[in-house]
């Protein structure tokens, strides 16, 4: 009964993964979504979400659908005619006058105190602990430990110094396999 926010998240909120593309990316996520927040009508839901480069999404969706003993055949449609656009306006048509906060996650690393913080609810001056695990996924163990202790040394005076700071460290110091992701789609080409 004292609860203040309640986060529901989990990979299929939006969709299953087989269904994630029928001719545009989470074509019934508004609908769903409503059905969702008609749980708790006396409260008015926030939404926060992560979109993803189609290049990179749409190969690992593939791969999650496989993997999960479905037909790894997306179906077709042309990826150049996919926008995160019309998933986003769906979700507001169907949930009128909803905040939705929405962010590239191959931006997340760089941002994941300001992600925290919108989908928690605390207040920008709060100081959230552990906001540094998407950043120690992507940099070595030692480029993690010379940005923390430069950090300890030099405390960023603002959130944008701090972004610039940690996009300087992944220059130097992130992990090969999250420099460059190979695009596997049949008919595609790196470009």
Known sequence: PSAERLVLSWDSFMSFPAWAVRGAF???AGERIRAFTQVFPDFAPEFHLSIRNPATFLPALKARVAERGHDPNLVD???MALCWSDAIRQILQFNPGAQ?????DEDTPLIWPEVLQAVSGHAPDCQLTDCDDMLAQVLTESGLARMRAYCAEHPPASVAHRRRVATAFMEKFARPEHIGIPVEMPGWTQD
């Open 100 to 104: 939705i906060t929405v962010w590239c």
């Open 77 to 79: 449609c042309d990826p």
């Open 26 to 28: 989470y074509e019934f």
